[in-house]
């Protein structure tokens, strides 16, 4: 697909990694529709892609909404007539353990992580068939697919995002629409900011493997970018995270078996930390 001088719509374009997505096809003098919960937010990315050299839209969205959606979708094909990627990328996280976690947090994410790239996809793809093509990236995370323990309600989502986009992979290809979905595993990104947690230690090990994270926001949303270019349907920009996966789809039973030995060991949240700690998460 070619990523030049075309109109692009990011969710959580606010900050993280949406403000990269932003600046890295502002750069490409694309034209960016720039969406978050955030307008303000939304506007200081407005103000750096135009700093760049390329044009834009701010809007404030709730992606959890699906009248706040439709009314996106209708705005930028009112404006623009087309929108030839979608970057599903508003996300939020809570961690704990299942039975610990809020009913409310699983709620919380499932609307922002799930239902917010669904409605993407629900008012988008229509138009896209109608136009002739597209390409929608939705992110999801290497959580979903190696499915981490105490992260059961972000797992669940981004494990869902994964699935919803080997669906529509298949599904669109007669009409032309490419997807990929972004598997990372962790970089710096603004989750720690609205990140929910049930216990110190989960604090302590989210802001340790944040904070040593070798890739930056910017490096991920580039890789990104060139998966989408190539056409390629899975996109894990880190190498921990694709040599994980490899593991896990080799002996699935025998990796899972290591995760609960180690879980159950006292010391086991203790290599975790230092995992974080080494970059071996990252």
């Known amino acids: 697909m070619r990523l030049e001088n075309i109109n692009a719509v990011i969710t959580g374009a606010g900050s993280g990694l949406g403000r990269a997505f932003s600046l890295a096809l502002a750069s490409r003098s694309c034209r960016v529709g720039i969406a ?16 760049r050299g390329g044009q834009g839209l701010a809007l404030q969205v709730d992606v959890g909404d699906p009248e706040s959606v439709a009314a996106m979708a209708e705005r930028f094909y009112s404006e623009w007539g ?8 508003a ?21 922002a992580n799930f239902w917010g790239v669904l ?13 002739g093509g597209g ?9 979903g697919l190696l499915n981490l323990l105490e992260m059961g309600p972000y797992n669940a989502t981004k494990a869902a995002v994964v699935s919803l986009s080997e669906t529509l992979r298949a599904e669109l290809a007669p009409s032309g629409i490419g997807v990929t979905v972004l598997c990372p595993m962790f970089f710096n990104t603004r989750l720690l900011e609205t ?8 604090w302590r090990f989210a802001h340790t ?8 926001a910017e490096e991920v949303a580039e890789k990104a970018l060139q998966a989408v270019k190539k056409g390629k349907l899975y996109c894990i920009p880190q190498l921990s995270g694709r040599i994980y ?18 879980n159950r060991r006292p010391w086991g949240r203790t290599l975790l930390l230092k995992m974080a700690e080494w970059g071996l998460l990252q």
């Open 195 to 202: 990140m929910r947690y049930t216990d110190e230690f989960e």
């Open 91 to 111: 996300g939020v996280v809570s961690v704990g353990h299942v039975g610990d976690i809020p009913l409310d947090d699983w709620r919380w994410q499932f609307d």
């Open 119 to 131: 409605h993407g996809c629900h008012f988008f793809i229509p138009r896209m068939k109608r136009q």
């Open 245 to 262: 996966w490899a593991i896990k789809r080799a002996a699935p039973g025998l990796f899972y078996d290591v995760l609960a030995w180690g």
């Open 209 to 216: 493997a944040f904070e040593n994270a070798r890739m930056t």
């Open 135 to 143: 390409h929608i990236l939705n992110v999801a995370s290497s959580a």
């Open 82 to 89: 087309r929108v030839d990627l979608l970057v599903n990328n």
């Open 36 to 51: 978050d919960l955030d307008l303000s937010r939304a506007m200081e990315t407005l103000s750096l892609v135009e700093a």
